[in-house]
């Protein structure tokens, strides 16, 4: 890894990335629209109420913390026969024609300033393709990040009356050197000694009666920024369910939505996360229902705990079309401690009558008549509290197909919860 | 007039009627400092109420316009250049008439339509009409007055208790900084009630005021100020109704209430604006230790409205309750919502939001419950329930939580559907028609709101919702 020459966000670097990955001429030119977007476009939504912007992605420093060039991961990418699961280079060459097709179609580049970013630099990814009628199990793409700053780029693409069920997730390699400072004069908070920066952008092309289940266990360190969008189009028939587990970062923005386009389509989007320490997840959870008899279900819980602090936005979006729909969305957050903070802004943007949509979110702590139970019989405070948090997040569990991620989300919050004090 | 005569009146001749313009003085078009100390000196203000407006509008003019939040109503036609900012009514008795009878007959016709001098009559404490710019009539019950409670009219009221008033106007809950019709409100205010109520006084009657617009291409500003001192406890009512006219009106009202230790203030209002009103109003209520504060709102009409009613609850066992009824019918967007600031611990809210919308148009629920750092115990439920009639409609949620403290217990339901076709059903096959049968599930649909609504402004709650939704159905 070289700390000598750092990448500039500039034109040559685009260049040398696309050319090491022996891209073709329309890909560079994607790549190189999206770099001079970054002028133009907004920084990601966030909510904001008067004298308040909840999250603060424009603070970043993205010349010091970004460097594509220095670039380095570890990745497994493994998949059954009958379907193809292929790293980025590889699918370029293979299945040009179906990257030229669905690249970008779902995440456009220029959605806002990082998805634009990353669309110009990102170094690696998976494409998933699981043809016409395959059921495809026990897809797992792991990707540890061994750098400061990593780019990573997923598209699933899942034909007519195929299915395929997706585990990914990212952690940061124990033998990762720690980044050295690209300090500004004067050096400021972002951009310091020991930040990363790890965007990831993931595009789900669900054809028509597909089921793709795609759940996603983010724990890289807490030094990390995290920016992750994730996007479904659903094609008639279809279901596309969500889980999207946050664990790790220092900060992470990170957006699951799903547009029903098809007619009688579904999705479903699972959260769950565990803020400890001064992390800061944004987490939000988008529904468009473009099309008739289309139903949505959207469940998150999350645990704030130390100085953490939790933004939820839930957007169930029902446009005039979409007749007959149906659209449920949950949000709870339980507060462990005083200094932390959680904040919720659940919408409903209904444009058509023929809906039926609730929304509701709540926080809490633990409850004290749950506590007065479990040490009325015997149980100490302490495991008592820890059985609370993790019977909280069993809804989500429930919705989890997948054992491996199961397990292991329940596996880290135990670690998490035996580690307080 | 008995409520059952109320009932039975035509309620569109009585909302819909409009009265030739005749006035005293007219402020010319537009918004200058001129324009300011003509107001001021005309209303014979002292000088630290003239620089307060001429620093107002200093921040109204830096301040940008409220048109970036996320599905913001659409505000580009408001010009505040193209509004009368004040008009006195053509009457002799400024500062409001003693008696009905002395009003001039144009404007006593109004009120009789609306309703007012019978409503006084049989359950108020006392009444304040407001026709443009300014009370016109203004009424207590003696029995009040020697209590030393005071209702007039804000004008009067910097007069007659300049004290108060310059100790609360504008300084502590509803500053001019807040937004920028909060600035321009605090810049071209004019009217409007002053009410106090001194320690330990139970005013068991309420106390009202109407305010109405007549003119074409006016704003109208009235500023409402409520004192309710320890242990104090008032019902204070407000309508507010403009006929159609074809230029766009202004209405930026500023409400401010301070509830003291143990009082219990309840602000009631039915507003009824003209479909080319732009509705925007700053209310806000600061609550001190166990004052109880309660907001009771319909907003029907006008062609946009932003209206957050907020409460500060800053005393421990301070508590807050908000319901709210927003209608919007064809080229309406009604957005409205509820603040509520846990600011002490015990603190306990609850917002009950049911909004309706037809015809086209939008009806957006937009609240932020914000419970600080300390505000241990505390508890916020809020429930918002829209119902939509038809496809060219839109109904939004869009409520925010900002969370600091854990030992509390928040909770945000929400639903949105369409009215039964089952309901519907069971109601035809009863024999009813399906207009009756509509106008029935809505009668009930709105029921949480008219029954805490005094009955003569329960019934015309549910006029103006028979009036707006008649010819729409079936």
């Not at chain 1, 999250?55 to 991961?73: H, I, N, Q, W």
């Not at chain 1, 952690?171 to 965007?199: C, I, K, L, N």
């Not at chain 2, 008033?165 to 600035?183: C, G, H, I, L, Q």
């Not at chain 2, 500003?221 to 004192?227: D, G």
Request: proline share 4%; charged share 30%.
């Amino acid at each position: 890894m070289s700390t000598q020459v750092h990448a500039a966000i500039d034109e040559a670097t685009v260049r040398q990335i696309s050319d090491d990955l022996d891209e073709p001429e329309w890909l560079l030119e994607t790549r190189l629209e999206a770099l001079s977007a970054l002028d133009d476009v907004d920084f990601p939504d966030v909510i904001k109420t008067p004298g308040r912007k909840w999250t603060d992605l424009e603070g970043l420093d993205y010349d010091a913390l970004v460097d594509p060039l220095s670039a380095a991961e570890s990745k497994d990418q493994v998949g059954p026969a009958d379907a193809e699961v292929l790293p980025f280079a590889e699918a370029v060459a293979e299945h040009e024609e179906l990257l030229r097709e669905h690249f970008g179609s779902v995440v456009a580049p220029e959605t806002n300033y990082l998805t634009a970013l990353s669309t110009a630099l990102f170094t690696t990814g998976t494409v998933v393709y699981v043809p016409e009628g395959v059921d495809a199990e026990d897809v797992t793409v792991r990707t540890e990040m061994n750098s400061r700053s990593l780019f990573n780029y997923t598209l699933v693409v899942a034909e007519e009356s195929s299915s395929v069920t997706i585990l990914e997730r990212q952690e940061t390699g124990e033998d990762s050197v720690a980044p050295t400072a690209q300090r500004d004069e004067g050096g400021e908070a972002a951009g310091m000694d020991g930040d990363r920066y790890y965007s990831g952008i993931t595009e789900i092309v669900a054809g028509e009666n597909s089921y793709v289940q795609f759940g996603n266990l983010q724990d890289v360190d807490e030094s990390t920024y995290v920016y992750s969008r994730r996007e479904a189009a659903v094609d008639t028939y279809g279901t596309v369910n969500w889980i999207e587990c946050n664990l790790g970062s220092r900060l992470t923005k990170s957006s699951v939505e799903s547009h029903l386009d098809g007619d009688s389509s579904e999705t479903k989007i699972v959260g769950a996360f565990y803020g400890h320490d001064d992390q800061h997840f944004d987490v939000n959870a988008r529904v468009w229902h473009n099309a008739e008899h289309t139903t949505a279900d959207l469940v998150t819980r999350g645990v704030v705990d130390d100085h953490a602090r939790s933004v939820y936005e839930g957007v169930q979006h029902v446009g005039r079309e979409a007749w007959d729909t149906n659209s449920y969305q949950r949000e709870n957050t339980l507060m462990l401690s005083d200094e932390s903070e959680a904040d919720a802004a659940p919408k409903l943007i209904i444009n058509n009558h023929d809906t039926e949509a609730s929304h509701s979110a709540t926080v809490g702590q633990v409850s004290a008549e749950d506590m007065f139970y479990m040490t009325s019989r015997a149980v100490d405070e302490r495991t008592a509290r820890n059985m609370l948090v993790e019977g909280f997040y069993v809804p989500v569990f429930e919705e989890i197909e997948v054992e491996e991620l199961r397990d292991d989300l329940r596996s880290r919050i135990q670690d998490r919860l035996q580690a307080r004090a | 007039m008995s409520s059952e005569d109320l009932q039975d009146t035509d309620t569109e001749a009585r909302f819909e009627f409009k009265k030739k313009e005749s006035s005293a003085f007219q402020a010319e078009k537009g918004l200058t400092e001129e324009t300011i100390r003509v107001i001021s000196e005309d209303k014979d203000e002292p000088e630290w109420m003239l620089q307060r407006r001429l620093r107002a509008l200093e921040q109204f003019q830096e301040m940008p316009m409220p048109d970036d939040w996320p599905g913001a109503p659409d505000l580009s036609e408001v010009d505040v250049d193209e509004i009368v900012p004040y008009i006195r009514p053509d009457i002799e008795t400024r500062g409001g008439a003693e008696n009905w009878e002395d009003l001039p007959e144009e404007i006593q016709d109004t009120f009789d339509k609306l309703g007012i001098p019978e409503a006084e009559k049989n359950a108020l404490s006392g009444v304040g009409a407001q026709y443009e710019s300014e009370i016109v009539y203004q009424n207590m019950k003696e029995q009040w007055e020697e209590k030393g409670v005071i209702f007039c009219d804000m004008d009067k009221a910097v007069q007659e208790h300049e004290e108060l008033v310059r100790e609360y106007f504008m300084t502590k809950a509803v500053p001019p900084s807040d937004n920028k019709f909060a600035a321009l409100h605090g810049a071209i205010w004019s009217g409007g009630s002053f009410v106090y109520v001194p320690e330990d006084t139970t005013v068991n009657m309420p106390v009202q005021a109407y305010f109405r617009m007549n003119s074409d291409g006016m704003g109208q500003f009235e500023h409402t100020l409520i004192i309710a001192e320890p242990n104090s406890e008032v019902h204070y009512i407000e309508g507010c109704s403009a006929p159609k006219y074809s230029a766009f009106n202004l209405h930026s009202g500023g409400v401010e209430v301070f509830v003291k230790e143990g009082a219990h203030v309840q602000y009631s209002t039915v507003q009824n604006w003209s479909k080319n009103t732009y509705n925007l109003n700053t209310k806000r209520a600061i609550a001190e230790a166990d004052a109880t504060m309660e907001w009771v709102s319909g907003s029907m009409g006008s062609k946009a409205t932003m209206l957050y009613p907020s409460t500060i609850l800053k005393g421990p066992g301070a508590t807050d309750n908000h319901i709210t009824i927003a209608f919007a019918g064809e080229g309406q967007d009604i957005d409205t919502g509820a603040k509520v600031y846990h600011n002490a611990p015990n603190t306990k809210s609850t917002i009950e939001s049911k909004s309706i919308a037809k015809d086209g148009g939008r009806t957006n629920y937009r609240g932020l419950v914000h419970i600080a750092d300390g505000a241990t115990d505390s508890s916020t439920a809020v429930e918002c329930d829209a119902l939509m009639f038809d496809n060219e409609s839109t109904s939004d949620t869009m409520p925010y939580m900002e969370i600091e403290e854990s030992k509390v217990d928040v909770a945000h339901e929400a639903t949105v559907g369409k009215i039964g076709d089952e309901d519907v059903f069971y109601l035809q096959s009863r024999g009813l028609d399906d207009d009756d049968a509509k106008q029935m599930i809505v009668s009930g649909f709105i029921e949480p709101i008219t029954e805490e609504l005094p009955i003569e402004y329960a019934v015309e709650l549910n006029r103006l919702i028979e009036l707006e939704m008649e010819g729409s159905l079936g």
